[in-house]
């Protein structure tokens, strides 16, 4: 009685274990397009992307370069004081989105150029976002708005 019991518990063990390994698989394999990983321009000037790699580009827009071409294509320069890199956008910003605001950017790299899909602008006067904030004050540039 006492070997089947055994048995039975090491089956039941076996089974869980597969079990486990299947969904963590399938989480992985669902998942592997849906991760977008954040740079500011300082580490894309370091270390560049595949070829393809989707990514989030954040920092401020820089002052003068926001020039709105024939359509809804946008192209600027997005810095973080240390780094800048030319951003093209085709489609509707923001309302909020403008020059020396923070911004985040999903898309990828053509050339020298980050081709946006997706662009992000603070809500408010005193939101920054998180990658942003801590991008700025790497470089040294980052002004806090509430002091």
């Known amino acids: 009685m006492k070997s089947l019991k055994k048995k039975r518990r090491i ?3 076996a089974v869980a274990a597969l079990a486990l390994l299947i969904a963590t698989g399938m989480i ?15 580490q894309l000037a370091e270390h560049p992307p595949k070829a ?6 954040g920092g401020l827009v820089e002052a003068g370069t926001l020039v ?8 600027f320069n997005v810095t973080d004081g240390g780094a800048t890199v ?23 790299m053509q050339g020298d150029t980050f081709i946006a899909s997706e ?14 904030v801590d991008a700025l004050k790497e470089q040294g540039v980052y002004q806090d708005p509430n002091s």
């Open 11 to 13: 089956q039941v063990l």
């Open 28 to 42: 992985g394999y669902a998942m592997r397009d849906g991760i977008n990983f954040f740079r500011a321009p300082s």
């Open 52 to 57: 393809g790699e989707v990514f989030r580009l």
């Open 68 to 75: 709105r071409g024939a359509g809804e294509t946008v192209t």
């Open 86 to 108: 030319p951003v093209r956008f085709t489609g509707v910003l923001p309302d909020l989105f403008g020059e020396n605001q923070g911004m985040i950017g999903t898309g990828t």
């Open 119 to 132: 662009i992000l602008a603070k809500h408010d006067e005193s939101y920054m976002p998180k990658e942003v």
